[in-house]
């Protein structure tokens, strides 16, 4: 890349190295900006004569093309890429979803070259039209050999993320206390009702049974035969382990525990089992309060139907403090 000064009439399809702005202070063209013939129109009437600009060697790719094309390889789902400002490229999500992100492939690629990619965070709730990554180029452009190295890696290890889509997903709460179901229920349901509306939810089936082994494998089978997307148990007590009554329960009703204890607080004392494709999810005390905790972070996957598995868990402790 090679950068000089010229004069304005020979600035067609040269790269701008500088952002020009008017004698009152608003921006004319941005730094970056391939100049076209109307462009050089445009100074000559604004009165410049000179201009930095730059060309780009053999070998070489813009800034703008070099994001858009590893923009288009880095992600797949519900995803859209458009080009922005300052060679950037943008990735928006097309429909409701949770995105998933690689982590480790992700601080790969940021350490390649001269891209890098920014992404929200793994398990995030988008919605339709939000950005979910930006990827952005090193001014002005990239060497092909560089961007050959990282579309080398994603074409070897895969997309950084995926935006999968939430459709239409059902949930089935349970809610269960020593003494009275309706007491859970009357506690919890407003919590629930309000943490659910964050997603455009609500439950589809609810049960409110009396915290014993057999009540509550009774529920969780009714609850389990309307195939919902997720059953969500809200109980007023917090168990010492999976062989309480809440996970003996899920044990009866033939789910594999996936994970007890998770490294977030609040939320600690989770609770995740699998009946077939049903993720059963026993928070306790996590719906008496709106306060964000450990089913803010997993639920999103799970009405993506994506299956959470007990290591993603426990690699949310590095911000797993929320409060």
Known sequence: MRAQTIEVKQANGRVLCCTIFRPGGRKLLSKGHILSEEDVRLLETEGLQTIWVTELDEGEISEDDAVLHVGARIGCGALEVR?????RANLLATEDCCV??????LRQINCAASIVIATTSNFT?????????TVKSAPFAVSHQQL???VSILNERGPILQARPVRE??????YSDHCSGDRARLLFEPIMRQRLEKYGLAPRYSLATTENEDSVTKALGHLARANPTVILIASTTAPAGPDDIVGRAMVNLGA???RFLAPVEPGNLLLLG????IPILSAPGCFRSAKANVVDLILPPMLARYRVSGWEIACL???GLLI
């Not at 080009?83 to 060679?87: C, E, L, P, T, Y």
């Not at 997903?169 to 349970?174: E, F």
Request: net charge negative.
């Open 83 to 87: 080009a922005a400002a300052g060679g």
């Open 274 to 277: 699998y009946k077939d494709e």
């Open 169 to 174: 997903p059902v949930v089935a709460v349970l």
């Open 256 to 258: 594999h525990l996936e």
């Open 100 to 105: 998933l992100v690689d982590d480790e492939l």
């Open 125 to 133: 709730f988008a919605r339709a039209g939000d950005r979910v990554a």
């Open 317 to 319: 402790g590095h911000g």
């Open 148 to 150: 050959d190295a990282v």
